[in-house]
């Protein structure tokens, strides 16, 4: 046996025996290299260093280009139109995915598509106006060069022009198909919930703060955008959710974190309450809480039209003297016990009413977004 083979791990020794059992006269084919490499000791690391440089996307080789999704308008991390680039690494065979101008350089690679990386990835309708827009968001962790500080991937998928450029792979697929399973093959989950019709997914308009946007109430998140930033929920680190500010047109849904985080989204319609109770229901709150806050809702609406029928009839020239006004808090147990103006249950929500004003001011009032404040009352997830 050759004095070379000790140099080599005992598993490496054994195959290069094995092989030299086969063929003797690949012995001196070993013996040469292994004379060869301890005349060059830094050969290997030099090697090493190349391949760790060719892993790099510098530049998207056309060869390996396997989807190319042109001229999308994104939102996030840029604001620009450019394109969206499925492809392999011609070395390592690596899926990525690269937003570039075609023919230039990426601003943005994803070179992790593991689910380590990829967080959550969706396509969701931009709007109800236009079935044809739709939004393709993608959350990861990190990107290559840790560009934008991670923010996620937030483009316009317009079905229109997709289907002009892919017409020959989308003839038997429809659009959201053909990309749920090109990314699958890259390694990562796209769904579309709202293609879904077991998942009963539905958006509605909202304020977080100043910004006005959309929250998607999704299978397992929820979700507000499309200003920056993108916020995402999952559903597992939802502590809580509670409802301020009930009026008779609007309402606050306050979403409370398992961590402590408090993110207020306002003046939400008062016609989508029931299907964002149906959604908490779905997700196991507990159901006296929900409902005290249905029922709420429903004494609001009630009352409201009540006084409105109070108001038109009341003689005119009251003093203001022999005004009378009810106080009742919404959703608490910390009302006062034994007052004339609490609602005949423990927990029935109460409103703030002044009977003798004109019509007018009634609107006005009831109307505006801080006449219908109410305790806040937490439903646990």
């Known amino acids: 046996m050759s004095s070379v083979l000790p140099d080599f791990p005992k598993e490496l020794a054994d195959r290069i025996n094995l092989v030299i059992a086969k063929c003797p006269e690949s012995e001196s084919v070993f013996i040469d290299v292994c ?87 969706c396509l969701l309708p931009t709007s109800r106006d236009k079935p044809h827009l739709q939004t393709l968001l993608l959350f990861y962790k990190h990107n290559q060069d840790a560009k934008f500080n991670s923010e996620p991937l937030i483009l316009t998928v317009n079905e229109d022009i997709l289907k002009n450029q892919l017409a020959e792979k989308l003839a038997v697929l429809s659009l959201n198909a053909f990309l749920e399973k090109q990314a699958q093959m890259f390694g990562f989950n796209l769904t579309s919930p709202f293609q879904e019709k077991a998942s009963k997914a539905f958006f509605v308009d909202a304020y977080n703060g100043s910004k006005e946007g959309t929250l998607y109430f999704l299978p397992q998140h929820i979700l507000f955008g499309y200003k920056k930033p993108v916020l995402l929920f999952q559903s597992h680190q939802i502590e809580a959710i509670t409802y301020t500010s009930i009026t008779r047109l609007t309402f606050n849904l306050n979403v409370v974190m398992t961590k402590g985080e408090k993110f207020e989204f306002s003046m939400i319609d008062q016609d989508e309450f029931n299907k964002i109770d149906d959604y908490i229901r779905h997700r196991k709150v507990a159901d006296q809480s929900m409902s005290t806050t249905m029922k709420g809702k429903s004494t609001l609406k009630n009352e409201v039209s009540e006084l409105v029928t109070l108001v038109a009839e009341a003689p005119e020239g009251d003093d203001d003297d022999d005004d009378e006004s009810f106080h009742s808090e919404m959703g608490s147990d910390s009302g006062s016990e034994g007052s004339d103006s609490d609602i005949d249950s423990d927990e029935e929500p109460k409103q703030v009413f002044s009977k003798n004003v004109e019509e007018e001011d009634l609107s006005e009032d009831i109307g505006s977004e801080d006449s219908g404040e109410s305790d806040m009352e937490e439903v646990e997830m």
């Open 35 to 121: 004379g060869f490499l301890k005349g060059k000791p830094e050969s290997r690391k030099r090697k090493i260093e190349v391949v760790n440089l060719d892993s790099r996307i510098d530049k998207i080789d056309a060869s390996g280009i396997v989807v190319e999704l042109k001229d999308i308008s994104f939102q996030s991390p840029l604001r620009k139109k450019m394109s969206l680039v499925f492809a392999v690494h011609p070395a390592s065979q690596e899926p990525y995915l690269a937003v570039c101008k075609p023919g230039e350089a990426p601003e943005l690679v994803l070179n992790d598509l593991s689910r380590d990386n990829i967080e959550f990835a």
